[in-house]
């Protein structure tokens, strides 16, 4: 058998790296000779991921909207992804760290533009009545939103603000959630009563939501960013993709979610103003009620002030 220099090299590597893992290499090779081709189809896994849509009502539009959320889900992965190497990274780099701040908000930026597909690509008739069939679930049940959330800043910037005077970095995790700013969708704070969508949210996700709040304790975002030296902290791009992120995903991304949600729960005057899971959903949205500020410190008193008011978007 006749090999090329640069395919003799590439079979010394193969070997090398299965003897590294005790493996033998003839038997790895041979596998090859059974192998299919990888296709395009059973890369992407697209059958698996298109037989995932299952509607509960007969109208077409629900589809509309399970495949949209879907796609929600997916993009929230994929910044979980990219936040995952910001956190785990030793001795990040301002370049690393701003480029993947960017592909972060790129994210975000498609989501917020993509809500003319909600807003545009559903009849309102048929919105009412299949939301109807969706009760008590509600998109406040998003957990990887949650999970981006607790990565990307300190607790205590996610804590109603009425409470948040109480409590510091010291505050035990397990009463920081309690307070955090999301629970006032779903608990009445004078009883201590929790909603059934806030029961089942927690019963499913407390556990996790808990751990990743004590894992991204010391690498979150904004712990990443105090980490850097002090001269990397004044860098202005990396000042900016902070920012930009900041504002993104706690203003324009939530600023037209609530926009959409307020054509079809209030202005098409066919609903009852409640959303489905029965949270106070304008008050729990709107960024201005309680001001969700992952990276307080690099905002003027003026910028702070402003936050959330709709002129400033």
Same mark, same amino acid.
């Given at each position: 058998?006749?090999?090329?220099?640069?395919?003799?090299?590439?079979?010394?590597?193969?070997?090398?790296?299965?003897?590294?893992?005790?493996?033998?290499?003839?038997?790895?090779?041979?596998?090859?000779?059974?192998?299919? =081709?990888?296709?395009?189809?059973?890369?992407?896994?697209?059958?698996?991921?298109?037989?995932?849509?299952?509607?509960? *009502?007969?109208?077409?539009?629900?589809?509309?909207?399970?495949?949209?959320?879907?796609?929600?889900?997916?993009?929230?992965?994929?910044?979980?992804?990219?936040?995952?190497?910001?956190?785990?990274?030793?001795?990040?780099?301002?370049?690393?760290?701003?480029?993947?701040?960017?592909?972060? *908000?790129?994210?975000?930026?498609?989501?917020?533009?993509?809500?003319?597909?909600?807003?545009?690509?559903?009849?309102?008739?048929?919105?009412?009545?299949?939301?109807? *069939?969706?009760? =008590?679930?509600?998109?406040?049940?998003?957990?990887?939103?949650?999970?981006?959330?607790?990565?990307?800043?300190?607790?205590?910037?996610?804590?109603?603000?009425?409470?948040?005077?109480?409590?510091?970095?010291?505050?035990?995790?397990?009463?920081?959630?309690?307070?955090?700013?999301?629970?006032?969708?779903?608990?009445?704070?004078?009883?201590?009563?929790?909603?059934?969508?806030?029961?089942?949210?927690?019963?499913?996700?407390?556990?996790?939501?808990?751990?990743?709040?004590?894992?991204?304790?010391?690498?979150?975002?904004?712990?990443?960013?105090?980490?850097?030296?002090? *001269?990397?902290?004044?860098?202005?791009?990396?000042?900016?993709?902070?920012?930009?992120?900041?504002?993104?995903?706690?203003?324009?991304?939530?600023?037209?979610?609530?926009?959409?949600?307020?054509?079809?729960?209030?202005?098409?005057?066919?609903?009852?103003?409640?959303?489905?899971?029965?949270?106070?959903?304008?008050?729990?949205?709107?960024?201005?009620?309680?001001?969700?500020?992952?990276?307080?410190?690099?905002?003027?008193?003026?910028?702070?002030?402003?936050?959330?008011?709709?002129?400033?978007?």
């Amino acid at each position: 058998m006749n090999l090329t220099d640069h395919s003799e090299s590439i079979l010394n590597e193969i070997d090398l790296k299965f003897q590294a893992i005790n493996q033998k290499t003839e038997v790895q090779l041979e596998g090859l000779l059974w192998s299919k =081709p990888i296709t395009y189809w059973d890369y992407i896994q697209t059958d698996a991921l298109l037989s995932l849509q299952t509607q509960r *009502t007969t109208l077409p539009d629900e589809m509309v909207f399970i495949m949209y959320h879907q796609v929600n889900e997916l993009i929230f992965k994929m910044i979980l992804w990219e936040i995952d190497q910001i956190a785990n990274t030793e001795n990040i780099q301002v370049a690393f760290f701003s480029e993947r701040l960017s592909r972060i *908000t790129r994210y975000f930026d498609m989501l917020t533009n993509s809500f003319s597909i909600m807003e545009n690509g559903m009849e309102v008739d048929q919105y009412m009545k299949f939301r109807n *069939t969706l009760t =008590p679930a509600s998109g406040f049940q998003s957990a990887q939103y949650r999970l981006i959330e607790f990565a990307s800043t300190d607790v205590i910037n996610l804590t109603d603000r009425r409470y948040k005077a109480n409590f510091d970095e010291n505050t035990d995790l397990e009463t920081s959630f309690e307070h955090l700013y999301w629970q006032a969708a779903g608990k009445d704070y004078q009883t201590g009563e929790k909603s059934y969508l806030l029961q089942e949210f927690e019963n499913k996700y407390k556990v996790s939501f808990l751990r990743q709040m004590s894992t991204f304790k010391t690498k979150n975002i904004w712990q990443k960013f105090t980490q850097l030296p002090e *001269t990397d902290q004044q860098n202005e791009e990396l000042i900016n993709a902070m920012r930009h992120y900041d504002k993104t995903v706690n203003i324009t991304w939530v600023m037209q979610h609530l926009n959409t949600a307020r054509k079809y729960i209030l202005e098409s005057g066919k609903g009852n103003g409640e959303a489905t899971g029965g949270s106070d959903w304008q008050k729990y949205m709107h960024p201005k009620y309680q001001r969700r500020i992952f990276f307080p410190k690099l905002w003027t008193e003026d910028e702070l002030s402003n936050w959330g008011n709709e002129e400033t978007i």
